[in-house]
């Protein structure tokens, strides 16, 4: 009888492992929707870092595709995680780099209704409204930004005071 038990319990625990093992690599919706925002995030994040190594560069066009193809990820990732402000950041960042400015104010104003004090959502913000010469906007985020004790206050403060030269 405890050989029979035994076997049984083996069995079972085996086949709950498997199940629950099987979630994590869904790539459709339900619960492993979750992994597949978060695979297309880091796939979106590591185009964005390419770009931005291209961008530097000079190699505006290749940078741009990359930019174009993380922006796709991007949208992957929202479909299935619409909460999610650094998402948004991302996608306002990548549209801002290609030149979608009205796009790209979207996305970051939809990522600061979720998480007004987000420090690169505002940071980068105040650099498209930098970009837009939308001054007194841009130093609207900065102020959100001024008691936040983070590198993005200096770094948008400085893309503002240097706004003569393209530093964003």
Do not use: W
Request: hydrophobic content about 30%.
């Amino acid at each position: 009888m405890k050989k029979i038990l035994i076997i049984f319990l083996t069995l079972f625990l085996s086949f709950n492992l498997y199940a629950a093992g099987s979630d994590s690599s869904s790539s459709g919706g339900g619960e492993g929707g979750e992994d597949v925002s978060k695979s297309s995030f880091k796939q979106a994040v590591s185009f964005v870092k390419r770009a931005g190594k291209l961008e530097k560069k000079d190699k505006i066009d290749k940078a741009n595709k990359l930019y174009t193809q993380a922006f796709e990820k991007l949208e992957k990732a929202y479909s299935k995680d619409k909460k999610n402000p650094d998402i948004l950041n991302y996608m306002g960042y990548t549209s801002r780099k290609i030149g979608n400015f009205e796009e790209a104010e979207k996305y970051y104003l939809r990522g600061l209704e979720i998480d007004p004090n987000h420090n690169g959502i505002n940071e980068y913000l105040g650099e498209l409204y930098v970009q837009t010469n939308k001054i007194d906007k841009a130093n609207e985020r900065l102020a959100v930004l001024k008691n936040c004790n983070c590198k993005e206050y200096g770094e948008l403060e400085l893309i503002i005071k240097t706004r003569g030269s393209k530093v964003y």
